[in-house]
T-cell receptor, first 115, second 114 residues
Framework: DVKVTQSSRYLVKRTGEKVFLECVQDMDHENMFWYRQDPGLGLRLIYFSYDVKMKEKGDIPEGYSVSREKKERFSLILESASTNQTSMYLC??????????????FGDGTRLSIL | AQKVTQAQTEISVVEKEDVTLDCVYETRDTTYYLFWYKQPPSGELVFLIRRNSFDEQNEISGRYSWNFQKSTSSFNFTITASQVVDSAVYFCALRDPGGFKTIFGAGTRLFVKA
């Protein structure tokens, strides 16, 4: 079974802090994703990576950056955390270059609170 | 623009009832993919099914069944004889070929009471 592991289930940070959310997958998947999930809005894509050091902006990249130095690890960075970034963050991975029809495998999520 | 609408925000049923979760989508593409995911209270989204736009066959997997109708742009999900373990948030999603973006609906929260 694919395992996508997010470093924290719950995280509390302060406004202005630099925050790192880590995600590791163990199935050698090419593609990795970061989403945020808010009530009534479903999941919204923040960033996507299809290869090491490659990234694409999603729908809501403002205030975030990402890093993918190794194939199995995809980090989401909040450069200067703000209260409107309080949310549930979900990492996902998928197989192959034809990523359009492959299901995504998700981690358990990180519930981030910015005070 | 692509869009997925799950009009039912919350549904509450009693165990053993059948329940249908609605999903309506919008896209200009002729080729696309539809997905259903389940998010139990633990938080992890679990993939349930994928359907491509050329395959309109309905699918049944145990107590789960899916009804895909291109004519009405709907991809509805039915749980037969619901169980408490079915309690979760269910997401319908749409993706176009060659695209990495998945458009998720807002989700339907299903409560199954014993």
């Amino acid at each position: 079974d694919v395992k996508v592991t997010q470093s924290s289930r719950y995280l509390v940070k302060r406004t202005g802090e630099k925050v790192f959310l880590e995600c590791v997958q163990d199935m050698d998947h090419e593609n990795m994703f970061w989403y945020r999930q808010d009530p009534g809005l479903g999941l919204r894509l923040i960033y996507f990576s299809y290869d090491v050091k490659m990234k694409e902006k999603g729908d809501i990249p403002e205030g975030y950056s990402v890093s993918r130095e190794k194939k199995e690890r995809f980090s989401l960075i909040l450069e200067s955390a703000s209260t409107n970034q309080t949310s549930m963050y979900l990492c996902a991975s998928s197989f192959g270059t034809d990523y359009s029809n492959q299901p995504q495998h998700f981690g358990d999520g990180t519930r981030l609170s910015i005070l | 623009a692509q869009k997925v609408t799950q009009a039912q925000t919350e549904i509450s049923v009693v165990e053993k009832e059948d329940v249908t979760l609605d999903c309506v989508y919008e896209t200009r593409d002729t080729t696309y993919y539809l997905f259903w995911y389940k998010q139990p209270p633990s938080g992890e989204l679990v993939f349930l099914i994928r359907r491509n736009s050329f395959d309109e066959q309905n699918e049944i997997s145990g107590r789960y069944s899916w009804n895909f109708q291109k004519s009405t742009s709907s991809f509805n999900f039915t749980i037969t004889a619901s169980q408490v373990v079915d309690s979760a948030v269910y997401f319908c999603a749409l993706r176009d070929p060659g695209g990495f973006k998945t458009i998720f609906g807002a989700g339907t929260r299903l409560f199954v009471k014993a």
